[in-house]
């Protein structure tokens, strides 16, 4: 008899937020709950999505998809990543810094979530304007989607990687 096994996903998953939310119809309120979830396999890969259903579980796991189709891979150096950008999104902005070997990771929440399934280890972030856990997961992903590595600013400009670092 043939087993079949789960395949183990290299991904991992997060729920950032929960919400309960209604519609209004003639015969009174539909009440679903709305769900932001971020997957990462804390190698430089991470996507956010959003799940809506009348059920917890169930808004869950349709994030999860949501969520592996959006996966974008992220420029990083070491454990931190290569320089200061700031993200936006609507009325969210995130302010992203590297930060040294042991620093840890200084971000509130959302932003958190975000950067610990990336796989950054080391990072200082200031999350302003807005504490709408949607807008600040999708301004953390626009910021992190601008990073270029030293690599591709060399290639860019024509030049070598130690002419760019003098």
Do not use: C, W
Not at 98 to 111: D, F, S
Not at 135 to 154: C, D, F, H, Q, W
């Amino acid at each position: 008899m043939a087993r079949r096994f789960k395949k183990e996903s290299e991904f991992q998953e997060k729920v950032v937020s929960i919400k309960r939310v209604s519609k209004t119809v003639k015969g009174g309120r539909i009440f679903k709950f709305a769900v932001v979830v971020i997957v990462g396999n804390k190698k430089g890969k991470v996507g956010i999505g959003m799940g809506k259903s009348g059920e917890i579980p169930d808004a869950v796991r349709k994030g999860i998809e949501n969520a592996k189709k959006s996966l974008k891979q992220i420029a990083l150096r070491g454990t931190t990543i290569p320089h200061d950008i700031i993200g936006e999104y609507g009325a969210g902005r995130v302010i992203l810094k590297p930060a040294p070997e042991g620093t840890g990771v200084i971000a509130g929440g959302p932003v958190r979530a975000v950067v610990e399934l990336l796989g950054v280890k080391d990072i200082r972030t200031k999350s302003l304007n807005s504490n709408n856990p949607i807008n600040v997961v999708r301004a953390t992903i626009s910021g992190l989607e601008k990073l270029r590595s030293l690599a591709k600013v060399a290639e860019m400009r024509g030049k070598t990687r130690a002419e760019i670092l003098n």
